[in-house]
């Protein structure tokens, strides 16, 4: 099992910049793949960016020029960095953990962005 937390949400201007957090209960090395997820008020829950055991990442087009996804193994952190942020970015932002076929799910930590 995996438990995963975030942090790092909170209210920020368009065109501001935000780095999400999220904290995993056991190492990340070996953990297949983790995720950025995000969900918008009355939408479904939406791709983000993706940080594989290897270091390779991939991004959802909206998010790929702004977003970065980093980890950093020593202290079982993931991380989202998030430039020009825009309304549309709204929403709960989800830590994720594939470690095999199972996937582990933090609660969330909310991001509105002003216009």
């Known amino acids: 099992q995996v438990q995963l937390v975030e942090s790092g949400g909170g209210l920020v201007q368009a065109g501001g910049s935000l780095r999400l957090s999220c904290a995993a209960s056991?190492?990340?090395?070996?953990?297949?793949?983790m995720d950025w997820y995000r969900q918008a008020p009355g939408k479904q829950r939406e791709h983000g960016a993706t940080?594989?055991?290897?270091?390779?990442?991939d991004y959802a087009d909206i998010v790929k020029s702004r977003f970065t996804i980093y980890r950093d193994i020593g202290k079982n952190m993931i991380y989202l960095q998030m430039n020009s942020l825009k309304p549309e970015d709204t929403a709960v932002y989800y830590c994720?953990?594939?470690?095999?076929?199972?996937?582990?799910w933090g609660e969330g930590t909310q991001v509105p962005v002003s216009s």
């Open positions: 994720a953990a594939r470690p095999d076929e199972r996937s582990y």
């Open positions: 056991r190492s990340i090395a070996s953990i297949n793949f």
């Open positions: 940080i594989g055991s290897s270091g390779a990442t």
